[in-house]
């Protein structure tokens, strides 16, 4: 249960981020910067997301 706990913290973390940019409250060089943070949070999200794809598929085999 904490993983899901943790993923719900990063997309909380990446709502705040886009929300911020979107708002025009940053430079170019801090939108910069908040797109490549956005960019690595969602790619590990997704790699979570797959890990726990593998393992139900696993389970239920």
């Known amino acids: 249960m904490s993983d899901l706990l ?7 973390r990446i709502g705040l981020i886009a929300r ?11 939108k910069e910067l908040a797109m490549v ?4 949070m969602t790619t590990q999200l997704i ?3 797959d ?3 593998e393992q139900e ?3 239920v085999s």
């Open 37 to 40: 943070w956005i960019a690595e």
């Open 57 to 59: 598929h696993r389970r």
């Open 20 to 30: 911020m940019v979107t708002a025009n409250q940053c430079n170019g060089d801090d």
């Open 6 to 12: 943790m993923e719900s913290l990063a997309l909380q």
């Open 51 to 53: 890990e726990y794809d």
């Open 47 to 49: 790699v979570k997301l």
